[in-house]
């Protein structure tokens, strides 16, 4: 399918912000050191299917790389999306090398890729384990990377709260950009673990205790908070700044 045009990506950025803002109310915490331009790996928690579409609604960007999972070729309404916003088709249980090589390409030229390192939704809303990737990606590009947390999304909370006519709260906290630093006699597989395990540890750092599941007690996590301990999450009921107009 060809790619999106300018206006039709801005076509389908209007549509998705105007949804988000019919649906949600979003808090943004942090942000304010994330490069306006230039190439950038911005690094999630996954927890609900409204995740993906906050990236349109809070960064005023038209080069963000998305990857899309194959299974959702299936929908007409998710192909014309993707087609749109220019996302990545990638195959999420194999090595994607298209998908890579596209989301490289990208990056140098300077877009904004998007991932979530854990690969599907986690289903306590904890972190999970990462699968290697958005490491590599960052290393081989050159690329910042930016981490993210986002709180209130969860399938469960956001079907009970719009079936009772209420917006889903939502909390998007984002850290301070990092680099990541090849480990020397790391061999491959090591080195990309060491990647997952920063990254993730990173997001770790930025949600509740309750959040950091699989890393809560890694030691990198805590020597993050030791050296920036950050205040505690907001309650997502309490999440009420609006989204930026279409």
């Known amino acids: 399918m060809a790619r999106g045009d300018g206006m039709t990506f801005k076509i389908a950025r209007f549509l998705i912000r105007l949804l988000y803002r019919l649906l949600t109310r979003i808090q943004v915490i942090g942000g304010e050191d994330i490069p306006p331009d230039g190439g950038i790996v911005a690094v999630t928690n996954h927890i609900g299917r409204l995740d993906p579409g906050l990236v349109y609604c809070l960064v005023d960007r038209d080069d963000i790389i998305m990857l899309v999972a194959e299974k959702y070729r299936q929908s007409a309404i998710f192909r014309w999306l993707t087609a749109a916003l220019n996302g990545v088709w990638v195959d999420r249980f194999g090595a994607d090398l298209t ?14 890729l998007v991932i979530a390192p854990e690969g599907t939704r986690s289903p306590s809303g904890a972190l999970i384990k990462a699968r290697s990737g958005a490491g590599f990606l960052a290393v081989k590009s050159g690329a910042p990377i930016v981490p993210a947390a986002i709180i209130g999304t969860e399938d469960a909370v956001a079907k009970a709260r719009l079936r009772s006519l209420r917006r889903v709260n939502v909390i998007v906290r984002f850290g301070r950009p990092f680099r990541l630093r090849p480990t020397p006699g790391l061999e491959q597989a090591a080195q990309l673990a060491a990647y997952d395990d920063e990254i993730m540890c990173r997001i770790a750092a930025l949600l509740p205790p309750e959040r950091r599941g699989a890393y809560a007690d890694h030691p990198r996590l805590k020597d993050l908070l030791s050296s920036q301990p950050l205040e505690a999450a907001p309650d997502p009921e309490l999440a009420a700044t609006p989204l930026p107009s279409t």
């Open 99 to 112: 998908a890579i090589r596209t989301c490289l390409r990208r990056l140098k030229r300077g877009g904004a």
